[in-house]
């Protein structure tokens, strides 16, 4: 039915046509956020949020929304104010949790789910992260690669507000994540509630592994999947 998204839903160019899920539900939030949705709706929902110079199409979105697709949950997916805007810097946190705030709204009225995860990758599960620090919004959290730090600066963490967050938590992250410090999260891992932290060994902030490592990409989705697996119904 939906083919390519219309472009002033992506905020962009549209994406290559294999990319698209044929199944998919879209609608704007406040005439302004695009959001796509899985056409069927499960009862357990997943909202995923897209990167700082990501997008809601983008393949690694696409990839960890298939392997969360495979665990029985619907998904839903949205872009950002700046980036339906088509700009390339995103906007203050402020308005990034806000923006989310309203796709949870809108998906709570229209999807009605029996029960609702948020997170994302990167930046977009920040945000839900803060977002759920604030207030209980959600029934689960739902991480991938979440940026303790930018690159080669781990002494600017990003986890005051993590001891905040009281719902079941999954952060999957790669072991060569340069946006997260191993052995710094685990410390404050050590410190957390109803937290379950998964490392992808080898894995980068997208979760490539290099060759030379013995490892591949394919090894990373079965242990991310098992993962999902294991955690979503709890």
């Keep these: 039915m939906w083919g390519r998204l219309p472009e002033m839903l992506m905020g962009g160019p549209p994406m290559p046509p294999e990319s698209y899920n044929p199944r998919m539900?879209?609608?704007l939030v406040n005439e302004a956020i695009?959001?796509?949705?899985?056409?069927?709706?499960?009862?357990?929902?997943?909202?995923?949020?897209?990167?700082?110079?990501?997008?809601?199409?983008?393949?690694?979105?696409?990839?960890?929304s298939a392997?969360?697709?495979?665990?029985?949950?619907?998904?839903?997916?949205?872009?950002?104010?700046?980036?339906?805007?088509?700009?390339?810097?995103?906007?203050?946190?402020?308005?990034?949790?806000?923006?989310y705030r309203h796709v949870i709204a809108?998906?709570?009225?229209?999807?009605?789910p029996g029960k609702l995860v948020i997170g994302g990758h990167s930046m977009g599960g920040r945000v839900a992260s803060m977002l759920e620090s604030e207030s209980k919004t959600a029934d689960g959290?739902?991480?991938f690669g979440y940026p303790l730090h930018p690159p080669q600066q781990p002494e600017k963490l990003r986890d005051a507000?993590?001891?905040?967050?009281?719902?079941?938590?999954?952060q999957i992250n790669g072991t060569q994540d340069e946006f997260c410090t191993p052995e710094i999260m685990e410390r404050i891992h050590a410190g957390l509630t109803n937290w379950e932290l998964k490392w992808i060994e080898g894995a980068d902030h997208s979760y490539t592994i290099k060759r030379s490592s013995g490892r591949t990409k394919a090894d990373a989705e079965v242990e991310i999947l098992a993962a999902i697996d294991s955690w979503l119904p709890r």
């Design 161 to 170: 507000h993590l001891p905040k967050i009281q719902v079941p938590t999954l």
């Design 34 to 64: 695009p959001v796509i949705a899985d056409d069927e709706t499960a009862e357990t929902v997943v909202i995923l949020a897209h990167g700082a110079g990501s997008h809601m199409e983008h393949k690694t979105l696409d990839w960890l």
């Design 25 to 27: 539900q879209t609608w």
């Design 67 to 99: 392997l969360v697709r495979q665990s029985g949950a619907s998904v839903v997916r949205f872009n950002f104010l700046y980036r339906a805007q088509g700009k390339g810097m995103p906007d203050r946190m402020p308005k990034l949790i806000e923006t």
């Design 106 to 112: 809108s998906v709570q009225e229209r999807l009605h």
């Design 141 to 143: 959290l739902l991480l």
